[in-house]
């Protein structure tokens, strides 16, 4: 059974930055995709950022471009997402996920985290 923890979220002011971590265990090799997603209250959940672990192809979403950078640690089963530049709007739970399809939609994604609180305060 593969789980996810996330780590890394809390208050940060407009501006700063957080890093958010993704510890994966019991990962075998039909996960190799982990994206990361946020829902804020009251809007849907929706896709932030995504990498293939054995290759390296990574993809985000147009309102983080620039802004967020998702890398990983294959050593330690760890993906992270690193997040500059923060905004009031970036404020949501993110939420890791795991798969095998390349994708920027939810429903592709097996297995997910608990999520991690991120506020960004104006």
């Known amino acids: 059974q593969v789980q996810l923890v996330e780590s890394g979220g809390g208050l940060v002011q407009a501006g700063g930055s957080l890093r958010l971590s993704c510890a994966a265990s019991?990962?075998?090799?039909?996960?190799?995709?982990m994206g990361w997603f946020r829902q804020a209250p009251g809007k849907e959940r929706e896709f932030v950022a995504a990498?293939?672990?054995?290759?390296?192809?990574?993809d985000y979403a147009d309102s983080v471009k620039g802004r967020f950078t998702i890398s990983r640690d294959n050593a330690k089963n760890t993906v992270y997402l690193q997040m500059n530049s923060l905004k009031p709007e970036d404020t949501a739970v993110y939420y890791c996920?795991?798969?095998?399809?390349?994708?920027?939609?939810?429903?592709?994604?097996?297995?997910w985290g608990q999520g991690t609180q991120v506020t960004v305060s104006s």
């Open positions: 996920a795991a798969g095998w399809i390349f994708a920027t939609t939810g429903t592709e994604y097996d297995y």
């Open positions: 019991g990962r075998t090799s039909r996960e190799d995709v």
């Open positions: 990498i293939r672990l054995s290759g390296g192809r990574i």
